[in-house]
């Protein structure tokens, strides 16, 4: 396992809480996923280093293990029968320490043959990382993906051996997949650093998977990406990861969603439903009202911009912002109104503009109130 730091290649301090390792995550994937690095090996990498950090920062569990102990917590050749890392940088299966081999060694306890048996093990968990639109993230879709996974060898047929030859029993553990350690008073049992749990050794393997007894290929699987999904959401698809050894199950799949910056709506951080938008309007139109038109994810409609409307004004479009993804709750939509100030006016626009500054000289405390409200405030001040 290579011993990189973690908490370094996301570029986050180690006491980084999840919404820190999320975004970190998600920028870094973005900016190295391969769609956006094609034909690039050092972006194909950088990118699975991330996959792999990120996986076992996100995992309470591993990352407790790796935070106390560092890779050695995690290193799946100190591990009793999980998994590790696969050849495309995912992690998969469980494992740890056997504490009742421990106990077992300690107190006399029996294991029927001496040790365990060698074990079956679950396949690998892989991981994808898909970018969709904000209108897409909104209506839900299904999304067909190439992920790369393995199957089983069409030449050796899984055995791992060379055609006309088997495999052999483990010179090193017997047959039975562990060996033991002594460290200080315990004596510990792990995986077989020659069949690695297999219990078998292949001294003529198969010429095309090279004694695995897989092969790497790609399948395609189709995604359900539901409406309302947001950036940073990951799907899993139960049974859809790596296969499993000797029957045993596969592991899952997991889709990595990363939602697209929209050129006009930003979703609320605090409330993914509701939408937010600017809504630039000309002086006559806040000063006088009126209709105005503007965009949703779905058309267009006329809002009421009310007389004496201010730069700022918060207007509420009901219903037109995100289904919630688990109910069938649509959020809103805020427009922010943006009093625009002409700019480049012709000499004629000018003048009437001049006239009007004129005529408001005389406008009351009512009809200016925010500027009555300053001068006031700044005589308190000076006074």
Known sequence: MSNQDFYETLGVARNAN??????????????????????????????????????????????????????????????????????????????GFDFGDIFSQMFGGATGNGGRQQQSRQGADLQYSVEISLEEAAQGLKKQITIPTYEECDVCHGSGAKPGTSASTCRTCHGTGTVHVRQAIFQIQQTCPTCHGSGKEIK??????????????????????PAGIDDGQRIRLS?????????????????????????????????????????PISFPTAALGGEVEVPTLNGRVQISIPAGTQNGKQLRVKGKGIKHLRSNQIGDLYCHVVVETPVNLTDRQKELLAEFDQIATGLNRSQTPRQRGFLDRLKEMFD
């Open 204 to 225: 003529d393997p198969c010429h095309k998977c090279r004694g695995d007894g897989r092969v790497k290929t790609t399948k395609t699987v189709e995604v359900n990406i």
């Open 18 to 95: 999840d919404d820190d390792i999320k975004k970190a995550y998600r920028k870094l994937a973005m900016k190295y996923h391969p769609d956006r690095n094609p034909d690039n090996k050092e972006a194909e990498e950088k990118f699975k280093e991330i996959q792999k950090a990120y996986d076992i920062l996100s995992d309470p569990q591993k990352k407790a293990a790796y935070d106390r102990f560092g890779h050695a917590g995690i290193d799946p050749n100190n591990m009793g029968g999980g998994g590790g890392f696969d050849g495309f940088g995912n992690f998969g299966g469980a494992g």
């Open 239 to 279: 049974g859809e990861g790596e296969p499993g050894s000797d029957g045993a199950p596969a592991g899952d799949l997991y889709i990595h969603v990363g939602v697209k910056e929209h050129k006009v709506f930003q979703r609320d951080p605090n409330n993914p439903t509701d939408l937010h938008c600017e809504l």
